[in-house]
């Protein structure tokens, strides 16, 4: 006789209750939206102590005044991202303006030739010193650091000992001097927002593609319907006054661009891959060295960029243009926007949300008459939060992973 067998029980599971998280489309990168609430409370306190901050007139000042830092910022991020740090970006920026206005006045090169020529000569510091830290294996902090000192006295011999060479050329004058027209403005408003609709849905296909988890469209919906109202709110303060400054167009053309190769591109891939694991990026068949030497190549670029609208917004280039505290503030701007200083995250966008706390805290503190040393004080506390919190966020990922 055949016992009947007794069916087995097949353990039903319950689905885990929906988290908060799960159920309101709260973006999984939270940090630049904490960027722009601390910037948006930033704001509200100076215009509450000073009714002039949030004028069409002072906005204007701020935005001349962050393209520099904000230029130096973009290239800061990449190398951040990289694992690695570039303390030579004012020198760099101080040389490459000092060429130009020597190769425009002294020599009379047209501009074309004296820009080009800048940005060459930055091209091949940064070629240099990429050499030493890749091949000497000496760390990109010393390299830069003696880097700072030698092209700080290269920027000496160029200018000469009149302190000072003015710009005579009227293109060099007027690339930090002039404005877009109203029209204009608006045409630059609008493809923003679409770059960054486009943008969004490319991100959102690669993922899917890859099969790597998408957040919920309601999130990318709600996070470009900010911007873009921040960017028809910026456009229209703007346009109250002479417009949107041409150094802000070069600006954000330059975001755009370095967004899309660290975004979209094998290249900003790898730098991400060595800056998260540098011996696993290798292993996996990353040049390491060659993307070592092109970002390093990329900084000293876009350091270039910025002594030329330096320069141009002075109207000369001097021996002080650079100095101070300037590749400081691109790294405190750079981790404030929400870049780690350990490598492996961050976003080119951070450079802009990271100059503008940076320039907005100067700016403000500016209008109520507070000497510098109170701003070199506010920045620092601001700063070591930010590491602050960029670390603890490090720690808390790696118990998760560690419970895992």
Do not use: C
């Not at 493809?191 to 960054?196: G, K, Y």
């Not at 949107?244 to 053309?253: D, T």
């Amino acid at each position: 006789m055949i016992e009947a067998s007794t069916p087995t029980r097949v353990p039903v599971t319950t689905p885990p209750r929906a988290t908060l998280r799960s159920r309101l489309p709260i973006p999984r990168d939270f940090g630049p939206y904490a960027v722009v609430i601390g910037l948006a409370v930033v704001w509200i306190v100076f215009q509450l102590l000073n009714n002039n901050f949030l004028s069409p007139r002072n906005l204007s000042n701020l935005t001349l005044q962050i393209a520099v830092l904000g230029t130096i910022s973009v290239g800061m991020v990449i190398v951040l991202i990289l694992g690695e740090i570039d303390l030579s970006v004012g020198a760099i920026a101080g040389v490459s303006a000092a060429t130009m206005a020597v190769l425009s006045t002294n020599a009379g090169a047209p501009a074309w030739v004296a820009i080009l020529a800048a940005l060459a000569f930055g091209a091949v510091i940064g070629l240099i010193q990429s050499l030493v830290i890749v091949f000497v294996g000496i760390p990109s902090f010393i390299v830069t650091l003696a880097g700072l000192l030698v092209w700080q006295g290269v920027q000496l011999i160029i200018i000469g000992d009149n302190g000072q060479v003015a710009l005579n050329d009227p293109f060099l004058k007027s690339i930090a001097s002039t404005y877009v027209s109203q029209a204009g403005g608006w045409a630059i408003a609008a493809l923003v927002i679409v770059a960054v609709v486009a943008w969004r849905w490319t991100a959102r296909r690669m993922r899917s593609r890859a099969g790597l988890a998408v957040r919920p469209a309601s999130a990318d919906v709600i996070g470009v319907a900010i911007v873009a109202v921040l960017i028809l709110l910026a456009t229209w303060l703007l346009n109250s006054y002479f417009g949107i400054p041409w150094v802000l167009v070069v600006l954000l053309a330059l975001v755009g661009v370095m967004s899309g190769v660290m975004s979209l591109s094998p290249f900003g891939r790898h730098v991400y891959a060595i800056g998260g694991n540098r011996e696993a990026a290798r292993r996996s068949g990353i040049r390491v060295r060659g993307a070592t030497i092109a970002v390093f190549v990329i900084i000293a670029v876009i350091a270039g960029v910025a002594g030329i609208i330096e320069a141009s917004r002075e109207f000369s280039a001097s021996s002080a243009l650079g100095g101070g505290t300037l590749q400081l503030n691109a790294i405190a701007a750079a981790v404030i926007g929400g870049t780690s200083l350990f490598g492996g995250r961050g976003r080119v966008y951070n450079a802009i949300l990271g100059a503008l706390v940076v320039g907005s805290i100067e700016n403000g503190l500016d209008l109520l008459g507070q000497p510098a040393a109170v701003q070199s004080i506010t920045t620092g506390i601001i700063l070591s939060l930010a590491v602050s919190v960029d670390a603890l966020g490090r720690k808390r990922l790696a118990r998760r992973g560690a419970a895992r």
